[in-house]
């Protein structure tokens, strides 16, 4: 969740990707197949570090035939600083851009993101009907506080027409032992803050849950079952329920794998691109996982989206 790592995965052939920066207001990177014709599109979405780290990943889905655009959704350019009310619409930007390429079908545009960029990803498909395939990573399918400086739980997380939307707050009493484990310098594992916001207040989750059922194509969710960070199989567990109960109608698939945590998709190049903890001050925190099961489930996971957005969007 805290600054996402995107690493360069499997690539679908020897074809060097056109890449440039992205037109504004869009910041970030877009990247095409090349030749005639033209391609599905991909908007990719990071977690809260705002979406920084996409960008390379836009050259790996280009080399798979999709005309691929990067957002860094906050603190760039005007961006908000920080992840609080980041306008939904920061995505319609980027369809918008899209729109305006030759090369791009605008009849198969699809969205990826993780962890708060799932979260996004899922808010944006609610809230656009071009999307056409969501493939959302480790998410939450309603919104959870918004994160300031030091990513210190604070406000909302998005915002429409320029008013936050409503989102779930931390739990008082769950934030305090975060604070104290920071700082006596114990392993932090901030899902407990996390599950516990989320049970806190059922008319609070019912009204930050999106709209799902306005999700114009089918929902791919991807969990790790020791995802430290937040309760992902739980979430995606959600969403699935939510898209039954709604009769959403397309083929909408929840995937959660054995010893994964919060980084199981970015483990693609061996034990060594495997991140199941960071150093924050004198604390460590948790992704979760153990490396050799993201390893494992990475491998899995990008054949499933591959196999997946083919069926949806084509290439």
Known sequence: ?????????GLASNARPVCSAAPRPVVGTVCSPGGRGK???????????????????????????????????CG???????????????????????????????????????????????????TYPQIAAVVADVPSPYAFMGLGAN??????SWSRAGKPLPCIAPDPQAGQQIGMEFGLGEPVI????????????????????FTLEKI???????????????????QCG???????????????????????????????????????SYRAGGATVEFGGTAQGDVDAASSAWKLIWSFLGRALGT
């Open 1 to 9: 969740m805290l600054h996402e790592i995107a690493l360069t995965i």
């Open 39 to 73: 391609h599905p599109a991909m908007i990719l979405l990071g977690g809260s570090d705002c979406g920084n780290s996409m960008g390379r990943t836009a050259g790996t889905f280009a080399k798979h035939g999709y005309v691929a655009i990067s957002v860094q959704y």
């Open 76 to 126: 760039a350019n005007g961006k908000a600083p920080y992840l609080i009310d980041v306008p939904v619409e920061t995505v319609g930007a980027a369809l918008t851009a899209l729109g305006h390429r030759a090369d791009v079908d605008v009849k198969h545009i699809g969205i990826l993101g993780g962890s708060k960029g799932g979260e996004f990803a899922l808010l944006a498909a609610s």
């Open 151 to 156: 990513d210190i739980p604070s406000g909302c």
């Open 190 to 209: 901030l899902r407990a803050l996390y599950d516990a916001s989320r049970e806190d207040d059922p008319a609070a989750l019912k009204a930050s849950t």
């Open 216 to 234: 114009h194509g089918p929902v791919l969710c991807l969990a790790g079952n020791r995802d430290a960070m937040w309760n992902s199989p739980a």
């Open 238 to 276: 959600d969403a699935m329920k939510y898209l039954r109960a709604h009769h959403h109608a397309f083929a909408d698939r929840e995937v959660v794998y054995a010893n994964a945590g919060h980084m199981f998709l970015w483990a693609t190049h061996g034990l060594k691109s495997a991140v199941t």
